[in-house]
Nanobody, 123 residues
């Protein structure tokens, strides 16, 4: 069982990154997937999530209009396209699975997590 995030890095303000969350070892289609982030000294917060079919997507107010989540169930991968990045987006980004159709912004409702990928937005 694995969730592996990739795609993080250092980017200038206004730049873009695409994060990937690749899953293996479980029936991916049965799970909603969430992206969360945690900055130093701050609590983990929900960024975006997507239902198991991909038909329902939710975003935190702080990223609406800048981030887009989508999934390719044939590749067992969820993506988070991040545009117009700001310094306050700097954090470790984690993906997690929730055994349900609908996703949730509550991290306690997710039962398995990836190791995280660092995103740093700085000039």
């Amino acid at each position: 069982l694995q969730l592996v995030e990739s795609g993080g890095g250092l980017v200038q303000p206004g730049g873009s990154l695409r994060l990937s969350c690749a899953a293996s070892g479980f029936t991916y289609d049965y799970y909603a997937i969430g992206w969360f982030r945690q900055a130093p000294g701050k609590e983990r917060e929900g960024v975006s999530c997507i239902s198991s079919s991909g038909g329902i997507k939710n975003y935190a107010d702080s990223v609406k209009g800048r981030f887009t989540i989508y999934r390719d169930n044939a590749k067992n991968t969820v993506y988070l396209q991040m545009n117009s990045l700001k310094p306050e987006d700097t954090a470790i980004y984690y993906c997690a699975r929730r055994k349900a159709y609908y996703c949730s912004s509550q991290y306690l409702e997710y039962d398995y997590w990836g190791q995280g990928t660092q995103v740093t937005v700085s000039s």
